[in-house]
């Protein structure tokens, strides 16, 4: 089992910036491909973001392109999300997760995830 914890959530004007941190605890971290997912009410769970094993290739949504950054310290079992240029439409609950499979490159559709965080929340005020 992987647990995954996020935090650094919370409320910031357009333009704003947040940083959102995933601790994991459970098995070897750097086993697995990391993500970020958000999801607003009634709406599915969408891909944002997500880093290989080593972190030395990541993937983004083209709705973040440009904007977020996704990074990973395997020393200290944690994945970050860096949020710059924050828009309206940014405002979501984000998930954080772990691949279903060590040897997964990227974890970038909720069906490849094994692990979820329990959510934070992001509003961003126009």
């Known amino acids: 089992q992987v647990q995954l914890v996020e935090s650094g959530g919370g409320l910031v004007q357009a333009g704003g910036s947040l940083r959102l941190s995933c601790a994991a605890s459970?098995?070897?971290?750097?086993?697995?491909?990391m993500g970020w997912f958000r999801q607003a009410p009634g709406k599915e769970r969408e891909f944002v973001a997500t880093?290989?094993?080593?972190?030395?290739?990541?993937s983004y949504a083209d709705s973040v392109k440009g904007r977020f950054t996704i990074s990973r310290d395997n020393a200290e079992d944690t994945v970050y999300l860096e949020m710059n240029s924050l828009k309206p439409e940014d405002t979501d609950v984000y998930y954080c997760?772990?691949?279903?499979?060590?040897?997964?490159?990227?974890?970038?559709?909720?069906?490849?995830?094994?692990?979820w965080g329990q959510g934070t929340q992001v509003t961003v005020s126009s």
């Open positions: 997760a772990a691949s279903r499979y060590t040897l997964q490159r990227y974890v970038s559709d909720p069906r490849e995830v094994g692990y």
């Open positions: 459970g098995r070897t971290f750097s086993n697995y491909a």
């Open positions: 880093i290989t094993r080593t972190g030395g290739s990541t």
